[in-house]
C-alpha cells in the first residue's frame, strides 16, 4: 500500500486532540514525584487476604496488552461450576486524592489511538506494579461466583486475594485452539492441566452467555479496528478485529462479575456507579430496519425480539452482519454512568438485559473500575463510603463526558491515520453504510481501510443503516477530515 506523506506526525496530532478533548495527555510534575517513590508492588498480606495462589489463574488478552486487569479460573463445586475473577487492587498503590489519582479521575480512561497509548495510569504501575503480570504474585479483588448447568449464577462472593498468573495468554491463539484450529499455545501447553481448566471455562461462559440472550441480551458484532504498522514503523493499514470465542470466554466472564459486584454493593447498602443503557429513542428506526430485511419487531421497544432479528441477519448474511449490528449500536445510544443510590431502583442496560450493573473489571484503565474498586474494599472492611452521593454524581457526569471525549480522540486520530491512507485515492468509489445521521451531519463507513467519513454532499434522504455507494473528496490527516459525496452527487 502507498503512503502519502504525513503532513503531522500522528503522535503530535494525538497530543493536540487530547488537549483540545479536555484530556491530559501527559502527567504533572506532581504525579511524576509520587510514581519516583513507588519502588514495589502492594505488600500481599494481611488478616483479610487469602492465598490463592496455587489455582491455576491466567489471564487472556490482546497479543501486545500489558496492562492486565483480570485473572479467572474454574473451580469444581458441588452445586455447579465456580469461577473465579481477579481484579488487580489498584486501589493499594493509587490512593484518593493522590495527584497520581487526580490525573486518572481528570481523563477518566486510558485513550488508545493509532498513534499510541495515553494510559490512564503511568506504565510503571499499569503495565507492571498494579498489572497481573504473568508469574507475579499480585493482591485482587476477587469476584467468586458459582454457577448452575443451566448458565445462571446463584451465588457470588468478593473478597481481597493475592493470585499469581500462572500463564499470560493471547486472544486469537486461545480462539484458534478452542476451535480447534489450531495447537495449544505455548504457554497453555506448558503448564499442567491448564489446558482442561480453560475447556471448562469456556463451557461455563458459554453457558453463561446463552442465558443472557434467553433473557434478551442483545446479540452484536461492531467492528473494531487496530492500527497494522510495517517493520520500519510506518502506518500500513486499519484492520477489523473481530470477535472470536476466546473474547467471548472473557466479555461473559466480565459480564458475571460487574453484575455480582453492582449486587454486592446493593446488598452492602452503598450507594454505586452503574453503566447503564435506556430503552432506546429511535426503536421506531430500528424497526424501520427490521422491516427492510422482511422482519417485523413490535412497535415498542422489546429487547428479546430486537436480539432475534440479530440472531436472523447474522445467520441469513454473516458477512454483512457487522453493518447491521453498528446500524442497531448507533440507534441504541451511548451508555453512560449513573448512581444508584441504596433503596433505588436501578436503570439497567438495556442491551446487556441486566438490571444490576456495574463497570469493575479494568481498573487500570478506566477511572469508574477504581471508584468501584474503593466503595467495595469500604463495605468489605465495615468502613464508610469514600464517595458521598454528591461526589459519586459528580463523578457520574464527567466519567460520561470524557469517555465521549475519549471517543472522539480515539476516532479523529483514527481518521488522521486512515486519511494517510486514502490520500492517493482521492476520486475512488467505496460502498460503505451510513452510521449517523442528524443536524450534525452524515456519516458513512467503508473498509479497506475501515474507517468513517462524513458526506458533504448528496446526504439528503440517508439515514442510519442505509447502504450507499460514496466517492472520496478529500483525506485531511492534520484535522482527521475525511469527506464523501453520494456517487451520482458530485455537482
Known amino acids: 500500500m502507498n503512503h502519502a506523506p504525513m503532513p503531522a506526525p500522528l503522535g503530535a496530532i494525538a497530543h493536540r486532540v487530547m488537549l483540545e478533548r479536555g484530556l491530559q495527555p ?20 494481611g488478616p483479610d487476604v487469602r492465598d490463592l495462589r496455587e489455582l491455576l489463574w491466567c489471564s ?80 485482587a479483588l476477587v469476584v467468586d461466583m458459582t454457577t448452575t448447568p443451566q448458565g445462571e449464577v446463584a ?98 466472564f466480565m459480564i458475571a462479575a460487574n453484575v455480582a459486584t453492582a449486587t454486592f454493593l446493593d446488598h452492602a447498602n452503598f450507594p454505586s456507579l452503574r453503566r447503564v443503557l435506556d430503552t432506546p429513542t429511535r426503536w421506531p428506526r430500528i424497526v424501520e430496519l427490521a422491516a427492510a430485511s422482511g422482519y417485523k419487531l413490535p412497535a415498542s421497544a422489546d429487547a428479546a425480539a430486537l436480539d432475534a432479528f440479530l440472531l436472523q441477519s447474522r445467520n441469513r448474511d454473516p458477512a454483512r452482519f457487522a453493518d447491521v449490528s453498528l446500524a442497531v449500536v448507533k440507534l441504541l445510544g451511548s451508555g453512560a454512568y449513573a448512581v444508584e ?17 456495574a463497570h469493575s473489571t479494568a481498573p487500570n484503565r478506566r477511572f469508574p473500575d477504581l471508584v468501584t474498586q474503593r466503595l467495595v474494599k469500604a463495605a468489605l472492611t465495615g468502613r464508610s463510603p469514600p464517595y458521598s452521593p454528591s461526589e459519586l454524581e459528580a463523578l457520574a457526569l464527567h466519567c460520561t463526558k470524557q469517555e465521549d471525549s475519549a471517543t472522539k480522540v480515539e476516532r479523529q486520530v483514527q ?15 467505496f460502498d460503505g453504510i451510513v452510521t449517523g445521521a442528524s443536524a450534525k451531519g452524515t456519516w458513512v463507513r467503508i473498509s479497506s481501510p475501515t474507517v468513517e467519513g462524513r458526506v458533504v454532499r448528496g446526504f439528503e434522504g440517508l439515514d442510519v ?14 484535522h482527521g477530515f475525511i469527506d464523501f459525496a453520494r456517487a451520482g452527487a458530485m455537482r
Open 26 to 45: 501527559e502527567f504533572s510534575q506532581d504525579a511524576k514525584a509520587e510514581l519516583a517513590a513507588i519502588t514495589r508492588p502492594a505488600s500481599p498480606s
Open 60 to 139: 487472556i488478552d490482546n497479543d501486545d496488552s500489558r496492562d492486565l486487569d483480570q485473572l479467572s479460573v474454574a473451580v469444581s463445586a458441588d452445586d455447579g461450576v465456580r469461577i473465579l475473577v481477579a481484579i488487580a487492587d489498584v486501589d493499594a498503590l493509587v490512593a484518593i486524592g493522590s495527584a497520581i489519582d487526580a490525573h486518572a479521575a481528570t481523563n477518566t480512561t486510558s485513550v488508545y489511538t493509532a498513534a499510541g497509548i495515553f494510559p490512564m495510569l503511568p506504565e510503571k504501575l499499569s503495565t507492571n506494579l498494579t498489572s497481573l503480570g504473568e508469574r507475579d504474585d499480585r493482591l
Open 155 to 252: 451465588s457470588s462472593d468478593l473478597y481481597r486475594a493475592v493470585v499469581r498468573n500462572h500463564a499470560k495468554l493471547a486472544y486469537n491463539a486461545v480462539a484458534a485452539w478452542l476451535d480447534g484450529a489450531g495447537p495449544a499455545p505455548e504457554r497453555l501447553a506448558a503448564v499442567r492441566s491448564l489446558d482442561a481448566q480453560l475447556r471448562i471455562q469456556d463451557d461455563v461462559a458459554q453457558r453463561l452467555k446463552r442465558s443472557r440472550h434467553e433473557r434478551g441480551a442483545l446479540t452484536l458484532d461492531t467492528l473494531e479496528v487496530r492500527p497494522v504498522f510495517a517493520a520500519d514503523g510506518a502506518l500500513e493499514d486499519l484492520r477489523p478485529d473481530t470477535k472470536n470465542r476466546a473474547k467471548e470466554l472473557i466479555e461473559n
Open 341 to 357: 443510590r441504596p433503596g433505588h431502583a436501578a436503570e439497567g442496560h438495556f442491551g446487556l438485559a441486566v438490571k444490576d450493573y
Open 415 to 429: 481518521k488522521s491515520a486512515a486519511a494517510l491512507l486514502l490520500a492517493p485515492r482521492i476520486g475512488k468509489q
Open 465 to 478: 443503516g442505509d447502504k450507499v455507494r460514496v466517492q472520496l473528496l478529500r483525506a485531511d490527516a492534520t
